[in-house]
Every structure is written in structure tokens, then in C-alpha cells.
């Protein structure tokens, strides 16, 4: 099934391009907006993809302080003798966590995949639930996770869909460890070895993401890349997955030509700035009449490339709205829509708090509420 999914009249303008893989989907990650897909759904196995899932658990671990970028886990008989991608950790001199970070994300290592995941979990299979009730946490619906390295396995399973939640929350929610998918290659044990992913040596706005193989996956690439959108003062983030190519150059092609239709075609549209009012709404029984409304984040929405002048926003709001109301509220809701049609929508919540008013004020109102009716 291929398909174009901003649910716009205009986008069915825009031509999908032909992607020579099983499964892939462009996501505009600055407005959250998936933008064309093929067979986004399908089944499919994840490879060393899984390894986006093994990194974000550790992350995790370590900003919750379990887990110190200076420890030294142990090397078990099982990562020591991992096969496929390895490091090279030597089981007399473990490597540091820092160390195996590095090695799991630049150089793919199964070794450093388990090593990191025994000591977040005690077990590999420990740690294979932690990343099952994680994928169940973040929606990832048709996913099932049985090791932390994505050597196969017929229950180790994902699909394009899933795979671009995940790989959203590593790029969002670890600003601080990201620049790891960005580094061209690392050596450890006097052994250099460079980042699979070839975006980063040719396109200077890629910055991640992940690559896989196996013979039953075949070559598959999670490339994000950030832009500057001609005449905004902005950024845009844009994410492919493909999946199933029939090499390790082609998953690199067809990564480069999703993304660079995707920035060429639609453009970003900032509608509601985070703590920006998009109006006052009027209160019944508070200390003051109106309570100014808006969004608790930007408002981001992607469009096809010259419909940005015909994003409308649309408020409805909660009647009728008495007080005390708190900040953070909801209110009502912003809808946006392009060609008639809602392409997104935020709750509208209390910028500020409003108080009750005092007892004659309220009285007041109730009798103004009955007349309003």
C-alpha cells in the first residue's frame, strides 16, 4: 500500500516517489506529521535497528542514575562470544559505559548491546521485557522484542510505523547523548571502525540515525536530517525509515531521495507558539472575566509546499468555562485545518489561573448564565 498521508486535499498533488525497499515512511519530526508511507505496517524484521531500543533503555538508566557513564559492567561468556557486529571488548579489561555506548551505536557491537543490557536488567532476557513494556509505553503497537541486539529471532519483530516512534524519542528526549549517531566511526581496542550509516559522509544535515542487516531483513536505514526552511527562522527535522533493500548502497540512495523530496515538497508551518495566546475566553464566577488560552508546546504542522497561506486555526471551546480555573486547564481545543479538512489538533488550555469570585460575584453570574442560555 502506498500512500500519501497528510490528510490534505492539496497533498494529493505532490507526486510519492518510487523508494526501491519492502517498507518505508517519511516523518516530519518538528510537527510530528507522517507525510507519505509505503506499507508502514507490515511486519518485518528489525535487525540492529533494535539497537535504538537497547541505547534510549540505557539512556534512560543513566538519567535516572542507575546506570554511571564511568562503570565498568562486567563481560559476560554470552557478549564475549556474541557473533556478528562486534567491539571487541576483551572480558580481562571491560570497557567503561561511555565506551560501550559508543561502540553499540557507531560500531554496532552485539558485545556491547549485551554487556549494556545486563547491567541495566541482570539478564538479556530482563532486559527484552523492559523493551517490550517500553515499546506498549510509547505506542509502538506491533512490536515484540527478544534480545537487545536484533539477531533473529521469529517473536523479534517491528514495522516502519513502530520503528519511527522509537527512533522520534531517541532524537527528542536524549539531547544529550544524540550526537553519539553523528559520530563518523570509533575505535576501541586499538580497532577502528567506521559508522555504517554513509548519509553522514555525503549530506552535512544528516545527523543520524541507524543502520541494519540481516539476510532475512535485508539493508535497512533510519536516516534524520535538519534543514534550515527557506524564509522562516527555523529548523526542520525530517526521519526516514526504509526497510528491505537489496544493499547496502541502496538503502543509502533511497534514504537520500526520501528526504530530499520530503524537504523539497512541504514546508513546516508554525501555527500556536508554546505560551503564545490565541485569544481570551470569556469566564463565568471568576475573579477576572476572560482567561487567556493556548497551546502547552509549538503548534507545528506540515503542509504541501505553497498551501502554507491556507492553515486556518479553529477554536472550540469548553461552555460554559466557570471558575477557579488553573493554569494548564484545558479550555477547549485548536483545531487546524488545511482544504477544509483537520490535519491536527492540541488542547487549548488556562495560560494563567483565574480564582473564584466572591460570593455576590458568583450569584451574579448564575443569574446571567440562566439569561444566556
Not at 54 to 75: M, S
Not at 185 to 207: M, W
Not at 247 to 265: D, H, M, P, T, Y
Request: hydrophobic share 45%; with cysteine; aromatic share 6%.
Amino acid at each position: 500500500m502506498l500512500a500519501l498521508l497528510l490528510p490534505a486535499a492539496g497533498a494529493q498533488q505532490v507526486p510519492v516517489p518510487t523508494i526501491a525497499a519492502r517498507s518505508w515512511l517519511l516523518l516530519d519530526v518538528t510537527s510530528g506529521q507522517m507525510i507519505a508511507a509505503q506499507e508502514p505496517d507490515m511486519r518485518i524484521e528489525p535487525a540492529s535497528l533494535t539497537k535504538l531500543m537497547t541505547a534510549h533503555l540505557v539512556f534512560n538508566a543513566i538519567q535516572e542514575k542507575r546506570l554511571a557513564l564511568d562503570a565498568r559492567p562486567p563481560v559476560s561468556t554470552a557478549a564475549w562470544k556474541a557473533i556478528g557486529s562486534r567491539m571487541f571488548v576483551d572480558p580481562g579489561k571491560p570497557a567503561t559505559v561511555e565506551e560501550l555506548l559508543n561502540g553499540l551505536i557507531v560500531q554496532s557491537g552485539n558485545d556491547a548491546s549485551i554487556i549494556l543490557a545486563e547491567a541495566v536488567a541482570g539478564t538479556e532476557q530482563a532486559f527484552a521485557e523492559l523493551m517490550n513494556r517500553e515499546a506498549q509505553r510509547l505506542g509502538m503497537r506491533n512490536s515484540q522484542f527478544r534480545n537487545a541486539t536484533g539477531l533473529p529471532d521469529p517473536e523479534h519483530y517491528t514495522t516502519a510505523r513502530d520503528l519511527a516512534l522509537l527512533a522520534t524519542q531517541v532524537v527528542t528526549a536524549h539531547p544529550d547523548f544524540y550526537p553519539l549517531y553523528s559520530k563518523k566511526e570509533y575505535t576501541y581496542n586499538n580497532i577502528r571502525q567506521s559508522n555504517r550509516n554513509r548519509l553522514l559522509f555525503v549530506d552535512p544535515t544528516v545527523d543520524g540515525l541507524k543502520t541494519g542487516h540481516t539476510e532475512a531483513a535485508g539493508y535497512c536505514l533510519i536516516a534524520t536530517a535538519r534543514r534550515d526552511q527557506p524564509g522562516t527562522n527555523f529548523q526542520r527535522r525530517l526521519l526516514s525509515v526504509v526497510l528491505g533493500t537489496s544493499s547496502e548502497s541502496v538503502r543509502a540512495i533511497e534514504s537520500q531521495k526520501l528526504l530530499n523530496w520530503g524537504f523539497q515538497n512541504f514546508d513546516a508551518v508554525r501555527v500556536q507558539a508554546k505560551g503564545q495566546p490565541s485569544g481570551d475566553y470569556q469566564v463565568w464566577k471568576g475573579a477576572a472575566d476572560t482567561v487567556p488560552g493556548g497551546v502547552e508546546s509549538d503548534l507545528v504542522v506540515t503542509v504541501p509546499r505553497g498551501q502554507a497561506d491556507k492553515v486556518v486555526g479553529e477554536v472550540e471551546r469548553v461552555q460554559p468555562l466557570v471558575a477557579p480555573i488553573g493554569v494548564g486547564e484545558r479550555i477547549g481545543t485548536l483545531r487546524v485545518k488545511l482544504d477544509g479538512k483537520v490535519i491536527a489538533e492540541r488542547p487549548l488550555v488556562a495560560l494563567k489561573a483565574v480564582d473564584q469570585a466572591g460570593w455576590f460575584g458568583r450569584a451574579w453570574d448564575s443569574v446571567r448564565m440562566m439569561f444566556a442560555k
